[in-house]
Protein backbone atom coordinates (compact mmCIF):
# COMPACT_ATOMS: atom_id res chain seq x y z
CA UNK A 1 0.00 0.00 0.00
CA UNK A 2 1.78 2.96 -0.66
CA UNK A 3 1.95 6.15 1.77
CA UNK A 4 -1.10 8.21 -0.09
CA UNK A 5 -3.48 5.34 0.14
CA UNK A 6 -2.89 5.31 3.93
CA UNK A 7 -3.04 9.22 4.41
CA UNK A 8 -6.56 8.58 2.57
CA UNK A 9 -7.54 6.19 5.50
CA UNK A 10 -8.01 3.21 2.58
CA UNK A 11 -6.79 -0.26 2.22
CA UNK A 12 -8.07 -2.30 -0.49
CA UNK A 13 -9.96 -5.84 -0.21
CA UNK A 14 -11.52 -8.21 -2.33
CA UNK A 15 -15.16 -7.91 -1.21
CA UNK A 16 -14.54 -3.77 -0.80
CA UNK A 17 -12.40 -0.67 -0.38
CA UNK A 18 -12.31 -0.73 3.75
CA UNK A 19 -11.48 2.11 5.75
CA UNK A 20 -8.55 1.81 8.81
CA UNK A 21 -8.53 3.08 12.11
CA UNK A 22 -8.14 5.62 13.01
CA UNK A 23 -9.82 7.78 10.84
CA UNK A 24 -11.22 10.66 13.01
CA UNK A 25 -10.86 13.20 10.57
CA UNK A 26 -12.33 16.82 11.10
CA UNK A 27 -15.35 17.33 9.81
CA UNK A 28 -18.28 19.59 10.16
CA UNK A 29 -21.41 18.26 12.72
CA UNK A 30 -24.81 18.72 10.94
CA UNK A 31 -27.23 18.73 13.67
CA UNK A 32 -30.41 16.29 14.18
CA UNK A 33 -33.06 18.92 15.86
CA UNK A 34 -35.47 16.21 16.39
CA UNK A 35 -32.91 13.68 18.69
CA UNK A 36 -31.74 16.70 20.13
CA UNK A 37 -35.34 17.99 21.37
CA UNK A 38 -36.15 14.22 22.69
CA UNK A 39 -33.45 13.65 24.30
CA UNK A 40 -33.44 16.95 25.51
CA UNK A 41 -37.01 15.85 27.39
CA UNK A 42 -36.18 12.64 28.24
CA UNK A 43 -33.77 13.83 30.42
CA UNK A 44 -35.38 16.47 31.88
CA UNK A 45 -38.59 14.67 32.42
CA UNK A 46 -35.89 11.96 34.29
CA UNK A 47 -34.86 14.29 36.91
CA UNK A 48 -38.71 15.38 37.00
CA UNK A 49 -38.93 10.90 37.48
CA UNK A 50 -36.47 10.32 39.70
CA UNK A 51 -38.40 12.92 42.17
CA UNK A 52 -41.48 11.70 41.74
CA UNK A 53 -40.23 7.57 42.47
CA UNK A 54 -38.82 9.48 46.12
CA UNK A 55 -41.72 11.24 47.04
CA UNK A 56 -45.37 9.63 45.88
CA UNK A 57 -44.61 7.23 43.39
CA UNK A 58 -46.20 3.42 44.66
CA UNK A 59 -43.51 0.73 44.96
CA UNK A 60 -45.57 -1.49 42.49
CA UNK A 61 -44.87 1.53 39.79
CA UNK A 62 -40.62 1.23 40.78
CA UNK A 63 -41.30 -2.36 40.53
CA UNK A 64 -42.62 -2.44 37.10
CA UNK A 65 -39.98 0.23 35.92
CA UNK A 66 -37.26 -2.26 36.93
CA UNK A 67 -38.80 -5.34 35.28
CA UNK A 68 -39.41 -3.71 32.35
CA UNK A 69 -35.79 -2.34 32.06
CA UNK A 70 -34.62 -5.81 32.30
CA UNK A 71 -37.34 -6.76 29.86
CA UNK A 72 -36.06 -4.16 27.30
CA UNK A 73 -32.35 -4.93 27.66
CA UNK A 74 -33.10 -8.70 27.33
CA UNK A 75 -34.73 -7.56 23.97
CA UNK A 76 -31.85 -5.49 22.99
CA UNK A 77 -29.10 -7.95 23.33
CA UNK A 78 -30.72 -11.87 23.49
CA UNK A 79 -32.98 -10.25 20.84
CA UNK A 80 -31.51 -7.82 18.13
CA UNK A 81 -27.95 -8.20 19.14
CA UNK A 82 -27.03 -11.97 19.63
CA UNK A 83 -29.73 -13.16 17.66
CA UNK A 84 -30.84 -10.33 14.68
CA UNK A 85 -27.55 -8.45 14.17
CA UNK A 86 -25.14 -11.71 14.73
CA UNK A 87 -26.89 -14.69 13.74
CA UNK A 88 -24.89 -16.49 16.42
CA UNK A 89 -28.00 -18.56 17.30
CA UNK A 90 -31.44 -19.39 15.54
CA UNK A 91 -35.02 -19.13 17.25
CA UNK A 92 -38.24 -20.42 16.89
CA UNK A 93 -41.13 -18.45 15.88
CA UNK A 94 -42.56 -17.82 19.50
CA UNK A 95 -39.08 -16.71 20.91
CA UNK A 96 -38.70 -14.32 18.26
CA UNK A 97 -42.26 -12.76 18.69
CA UNK A 98 -41.68 -12.53 22.21
CA UNK A 99 -37.84 -11.11 21.72
CA UNK A 100 -39.35 -8.40 19.23
CA UNK A 101 -41.86 -7.72 22.00
CA UNK A 102 -39.44 -7.05 24.32
CA UNK A 103 -37.10 -4.89 22.10
CA UNK A 104 -39.84 -2.73 21.91
CA UNK A 105 -39.80 -1.78 25.31
CA UNK A 106 -35.76 -0.23 24.65
CA UNK A 107 -37.10 2.48 22.50
CA UNK A 108 -33.78 2.10 20.34
CA UNK A 109 -35.45 1.73 16.46
CA UNK A 110 -37.28 -0.79 15.11
CA UNK A 111 -34.94 -4.03 15.17
CA UNK A 112 -34.09 -3.83 11.35
CA UNK A 113 -32.76 -0.56 11.72
CA UNK A 114 -30.79 -1.67 14.96
CA UNK A 115 -28.96 -4.59 13.65
CA UNK A 116 -27.96 -2.85 10.63
CA UNK A 117 -26.27 -0.20 12.21
CA UNK A 118 -24.41 -2.94 14.10
CA UNK A 119 -23.38 -4.69 11.79
CA UNK A 120 -21.63 -0.97 10.21
CA UNK A 121 -20.12 -0.81 13.30
CA UNK A 122 -18.77 -4.34 13.64
CA UNK A 123 -17.43 -4.44 9.67
CA UNK A 124 -15.74 -0.76 10.09
CA UNK A 125 -14.97 -0.23 13.62
CA UNK A 126 -13.74 2.50 14.93
CA UNK A 127 -13.58 4.42 11.20
CA UNK A 128 -15.90 6.72 9.94
CA UNK A 129 -18.12 3.69 8.34
CA UNK A 130 -18.60 3.21 12.42
CA UNK A 131 -22.04 5.11 13.11
CA UNK A 132 -20.47 5.76 16.75
CA UNK A 133 -16.81 6.18 15.58
CA UNK A 134 -15.00 5.90 19.60
CA UNK A 135 -12.09 7.39 17.77
CA UNK A 136 -13.93 10.96 17.71
CA UNK A 137 -14.51 10.88 21.93
CA UNK A 138 -16.52 9.41 24.42
CA UNK A 139 -19.32 11.81 23.92
CA UNK A 140 -20.05 11.49 20.64
CA UNK A 141 -19.81 7.43 20.74
CA UNK A 142 -22.27 7.61 23.50
CA UNK A 143 -24.46 9.71 22.78
CA UNK A 144 -23.09 12.44 20.23
CA UNK A 145 -23.68 10.36 17.21
CA UNK A 146 -27.12 10.36 17.78
CA UNK A 147 -27.50 14.02 17.93
CA UNK A 148 -26.02 15.06 14.17
CA UNK A 149 -26.60 13.43 10.90
CA UNK A 150 -24.80 10.22 9.83
CA UNK A 151 -21.40 10.45 8.56
CA UNK A 152 -21.33 10.35 4.61
CA UNK A 153 -18.85 7.09 5.06
CA UNK A 154 -21.23 5.75 7.21
CA UNK A 155 -23.94 6.10 4.68
CA UNK A 156 -22.34 5.12 2.21
CA UNK A 157 -20.88 1.90 3.47
CA UNK A 158 -24.32 0.91 4.78
CA UNK A 159 -25.37 0.79 1.04
CA UNK A 160 -22.79 -2.47 1.11
CA UNK A 161 -23.97 -4.20 3.76
CA UNK A 162 -25.95 -7.57 2.85
CA UNK A 163 -29.25 -6.96 5.51
CA UNK A 164 -31.13 -9.92 2.98
CA UNK A 165 -31.85 -11.81 6.18
CA UNK A 166 -33.73 -9.27 7.63
CA UNK A 167 -35.75 -8.24 5.08
CA UNK A 168 -36.63 -11.61 4.75
CA UNK A 169 -37.81 -11.94 8.21
CA UNK A 170 -41.41 -11.65 8.77
CA UNK A 171 -41.36 -10.86 12.29
CA UNK A 172 -38.69 -8.18 11.83
CA UNK A 173 -40.05 -6.68 9.11
CA UNK A 174 -43.49 -6.10 10.88
CA UNK A 175 -41.95 -4.59 13.51
CA UNK A 176 -40.28 -1.89 11.36
CA UNK A 177 -43.62 -1.88 9.21
CA UNK A 178 -45.44 -0.24 12.20
CA UNK A 179 -42.47 0.82 14.29
CA UNK A 180 -43.47 4.49 15.17
CA UNK A 181 -47.20 3.37 16.69
CA UNK A 182 -46.21 -0.06 17.63
CA UNK A 183 -42.97 0.56 19.77
CA UNK A 184 -44.25 3.76 21.14
CA UNK A 185 -47.66 1.89 22.20
CA UNK A 186 -46.05 -1.09 23.86
CA UNK A 187 -42.40 0.97 25.19
CA UNK A 188 -44.48 4.26 26.56
CA UNK A 189 -48.56 3.87 26.52
CA UNK A 190 -49.11 0.30 27.53
CA UNK A 191 -47.16 0.81 30.57
CA UNK A 192 -48.37 3.72 31.58
CA UNK A 193 -52.17 3.25 31.49
CA UNK A 194 -51.18 -0.36 33.39
CA UNK A 195 -50.03 1.20 36.36
CA UNK A 196 -53.08 3.70 36.50
CA UNK A 197 -55.83 1.02 35.85
CA UNK A 198 -54.38 -1.72 38.46
CA UNK A 199 -52.99 0.04 41.69
CA UNK A 200 -54.50 4.02 40.18
CA UNK A 201 -51.05 5.67 39.90
CA UNK A 202 -51.11 9.17 38.70
CA UNK A 203 -50.52 9.66 35.48
CA UNK A 204 -47.18 11.89 36.41
CA UNK A 205 -46.09 8.90 38.12
CA UNK A 206 -46.35 6.21 35.71
CA UNK A 207 -45.63 8.52 32.78
CA UNK A 208 -42.13 10.05 34.05
CA UNK A 209 -40.75 6.42 35.84
CA UNK A 210 -41.48 4.93 32.15
CA UNK A 211 -39.75 8.01 30.81
CA UNK A 212 -36.96 7.13 33.13
CA UNK A 213 -36.97 3.71 32.50
CA UNK A 214 -36.41 4.02 28.71
CA UNK A 215 -33.26 6.65 29.53
CA UNK A 216 -31.71 4.37 31.99
CA UNK A 217 -32.16 1.49 28.99
CA UNK A 218 -30.72 3.91 26.27
CA UNK A 219 -27.60 4.95 28.56
CA UNK A 220 -26.36 1.47 29.98
CA UNK A 221 -27.00 -0.06 26.00
CA UNK A 222 -24.72 3.43 24.99
CA UNK A 223 -21.96 2.51 27.51
CA UNK A 224 -21.18 -0.43 25.29
CA UNK A 225 -20.12 1.93 22.04
CA UNK A 226 -18.32 4.28 24.92
CA UNK A 227 -16.56 2.89 28.00
CA UNK A 228 -16.44 -0.53 26.42
CA UNK A 229 -14.48 1.56 23.71
CA UNK A 230 -12.16 3.32 26.14
CA UNK A 231 -11.39 1.78 29.66
CA UNK A 232 -10.68 -2.16 30.48
CA UNK A 233 -8.38 -5.05 29.47
CA UNK A 234 -8.01 -6.30 25.94
CA UNK A 235 -7.32 -10.14 26.89
CA UNK A 236 -7.95 -11.16 23.57
CA UNK A 237 -6.92 -8.33 21.28
CA UNK A 238 -4.84 -5.75 22.77
CA UNK A 239 -4.55 -4.06 18.93
CA UNK A 240 -8.22 -2.90 19.33
CA UNK A 241 -10.62 -0.70 21.65
CA UNK A 242 -13.16 -2.77 22.39
CA UNK A 243 -12.17 -3.67 26.02
CA UNK A 244 -13.49 -6.12 29.02
CA UNK A 245 -15.67 -3.96 31.26
CA UNK A 246 -17.30 -5.23 34.39
CA UNK A 247 -19.49 -2.70 35.00
CA UNK A 248 -21.14 -2.08 31.39
CA UNK A 249 -21.64 -6.43 31.83
CA UNK A 250 -23.56 -5.43 34.83
CA UNK A 251 -25.94 -2.34 33.38
CA UNK A 252 -26.64 -4.24 30.31
CA UNK A 253 -26.91 -8.26 31.52
CA UNK A 254 -23.49 -9.18 30.03
CA UNK A 255 -22.70 -6.96 27.16
CA UNK A 256 -19.67 -5.69 28.60
CA UNK A 257 -17.47 -7.98 27.52
CA UNK A 258 -16.41 -6.13 24.18
CA UNK A 259 -13.04 -7.43 23.59
CA UNK A 260 -14.34 -10.58 23.40
CA UNK A 261 -17.17 -10.05 21.24
CA UNK A 262 -15.18 -8.01 18.15
CA UNK A 263 -12.59 -11.20 18.28
CA UNK A 264 -15.60 -13.70 18.66
CA UNK A 265 -18.88 -11.69 17.14
CA UNK A 266 -20.72 -15.07 16.23
CA UNK A 267 -20.11 -16.45 19.56
CA UNK A 268 -23.70 -16.86 20.85
CA UNK A 269 -22.44 -16.28 24.29
CA UNK A 270 -20.47 -12.25 23.65
CA UNK A 271 -17.89 -13.87 26.55
CA UNK A 272 -15.58 -16.69 27.44
CA UNK A 273 -17.20 -17.64 30.11
CA UNK A 274 -20.75 -17.43 29.24
CA UNK A 275 -22.56 -19.29 31.55
CA UNK A 276 -22.24 -16.64 34.93
CA UNK A 277 -23.94 -14.19 36.79
CA UNK A 278 -22.72 -11.14 35.03
CA UNK A 279 -23.85 -12.30 31.53
CA UNK A 280 -28.00 -12.70 32.60
CA UNK A 281 -28.60 -12.76 28.44
CA UNK A 282 -26.29 -16.37 28.58
CA UNK A 283 -28.57 -17.53 31.07
CA UNK A 284 -31.92 -16.62 29.26
CA UNK A 285 -30.65 -17.77 25.94
CA UNK A 286 -29.41 -21.22 27.28
CA UNK A 287 -32.93 -21.53 28.80
CA UNK A 288 -35.26 -21.23 26.04
CA UNK A 289 -32.64 -23.45 24.50
CA UNK A 290 -33.84 -25.95 26.81
CA UNK A 291 -37.33 -25.58 26.14
CA UNK A 292 -36.45 -26.02 22.27
CA UNK A 293 -37.18 -22.32 21.02
CA UNK A 294 -33.03 -21.75 20.82
CA UNK A 295 -30.94 -24.18 18.71
CA UNK A 296 -27.67 -23.81 16.54
CA UNK A 297 -26.14 -22.02 19.59
CA UNK A 298 -22.22 -21.07 18.15
CA UNK A 299 -19.25 -20.61 20.47
CA UNK A 300 -15.69 -20.87 20.17
CA UNK A 301 -13.66 -23.55 21.31
CA UNK A 302 -11.38 -23.55 24.36
CA UNK A 303 -8.43 -24.18 21.90
CA UNK A 304 -9.15 -21.43 19.43
CA UNK A 305 -9.90 -19.09 22.31
CA UNK A 306 -6.26 -19.96 23.80
CA UNK A 307 -4.44 -19.24 20.48
CA UNK A 308 -6.02 -15.81 20.02
CA UNK A 309 -5.04 -14.74 23.76
CA UNK A 310 -1.30 -16.12 23.37
CA UNK A 311 -1.25 -14.60 19.64
CA UNK A 312 -2.43 -10.66 20.27
CA UNK A 313 -3.96 -10.57 23.74
CA UNK A 314 -2.24 -7.74 26.62
CA UNK A 315 -1.58 -10.28 28.45
CA UNK A 316 -4.32 -9.93 30.73
CA UNK A 317 -6.83 -12.62 32.18
CA UNK A 318 -10.15 -11.16 33.87
CA UNK A 319 -11.38 -14.86 34.38
CA UNK A 320 -8.52 -16.08 36.93
CA UNK A 321 -6.20 -18.70 36.28
CA UNK A 322 -3.41 -17.71 34.47
CA UNK A 323 -3.41 -13.92 34.89
CA UNK A 324 -0.11 -12.74 34.94
CA UNK A 325 -0.64 -10.87 38.25
CA UNK A 326 -1.44 -14.31 39.62
CA UNK A 327 0.98 -14.72 42.84
CA UNK A 328 2.71 -17.79 43.05
CA UNK A 329 1.58 -19.45 45.57
CA UNK A 330 -1.98 -19.66 44.21
CA UNK A 331 -0.41 -21.57 41.23
CA UNK A 332 1.31 -23.87 43.58
CA UNK A 333 -2.20 -24.78 45.88
CA UNK A 334 -4.13 -24.89 42.77
CA UNK A 335 -1.56 -27.53 41.67
CA UNK A 336 -1.02 -29.44 44.84
CA UNK A 337 -5.43 -29.60 44.38
CA UNK A 338 -5.64 -30.75 41.30
CA UNK A 339 -2.91 -33.52 42.32
CA UNK A 340 -5.53 -34.53 44.86
CA UNK A 341 -8.07 -35.53 42.29
Same mark, same amino acid.
Given at each position: ???? /??? @?????????? #?????????????????????????????????????? %???? /?????????????????????????????????????????????????????????????????????? !?????????????????? &????? %??????????????????????????????????????????????? =???? *?????????? &?????? /??????????????????? =??????????? #????? %???????????????????????????????????? #????? !??? *????? &?????? @???????? #??????????? %??? @??????????
Amino acid at each position: MTPN /ARD @EGHIKDEACE #LLIAPQASPIKYEASYINIAMFAYFHVASVYGIYLAIT %EAKW /ATILLTIILYGAATLGTTAGAHRLWAHRTYKATLPLQILLMLLQCFACQYSIFHWARDHRLHHKFSDTDG !DPHNATRGFFFSHIGWLL &VKKHP %EAKKRMRMLDVSDLKANKVVMFQKKYSTPFIGTICFILPTLFAMYFW =NETF *ASAWHLTILR &VLLSLH /ATFLVNSAAHAFGNKPYDK =NITPSQNISVS #LATLG %EGYHNYHHVFPWDYRAAELGNNALNFTTLFIDFFAW #LGWAY !DLK *AVGNE &VIAKRV @ERTGDGTN #LWGWGDKDMPK %EHE @EIAKVLCKGH
